[in-house]
């Protein structure tokens, strides 16, 4: 049993999630200390670290298989510690449930893409298409 936050294409209903859905054993909501980007069709979180008056993202705790990280560590370009990743997985906990802990997949800085200007990978979305302000 494996724990990932996560807030962008990988929850459910969005474009991933079909990735990680065979491997899913359970999800629930969460929130992290952090701050989200744009960086195309995805997003990217940077940890604000553990903060209290750091910003909120808001995503899902997914509880899946082996196979389900595995399988969402070749979609995120995960390699291994050290290695040349897109996303480092690296551990953390629920900003507002501290016994909700495990992985997660962040940038260590925002590589020069625009921040979102809320918390919410599907708030922005559905503010993006639209046509209004970016949430």
């Known amino acids: 049993m494996i724990r990932v936050f996560v807030y962008g294409t990988l929850l459910?209903?969005?474009?991933?999630?079909?990735?990680?859905?065979?491997?899913?054993?359970?999800?629930?909501?969460g929130v992290v200390r952090g701050a989200l980007y744009d960086a195309g069709a995805y997003p990217a979180m940077v940890l604000s670290g553990e903060v209290s008056s750091?910003?909120?993202?808001?995503?899902?705790?997914?509880?899946?298989?082996?196979?389900?990280l595995r399988r969402m560590d070749e979609l995120e370009e995960y390699y291994g510690p050290g290695a040349d990743n897109d996303y480092e997985r690296v551990w953390i906990r629920d900003?507002?449930?501290?016994?909700?802990?495990?992985?997660?997949?962040?940038?260590?800085?925002?590589r020069g893409c625009p921040p979102l200007s809320c918390g919410s990978w599907r708030n922005y979305l559905r503010g993006r298409e639209a046509g209004g302000e970016k949430h």
């Open 12 to 29: 459910q209903g969005e474009s991933n999630h079909g990735i990680v859905a065979p491997y899913l054993l359970s999800v629930r909501p």
């Open 54 to 68: 750091a910003p909120l993202v808001e995503g899902e705790w997914l509880v899946v298989e082996p196979e389900g």
């Open 95 to 110: 900003a507002l449930r501290e016994e909700r802990e495990g992985w997660v997949y962040v940038w260590r800085h925002s």
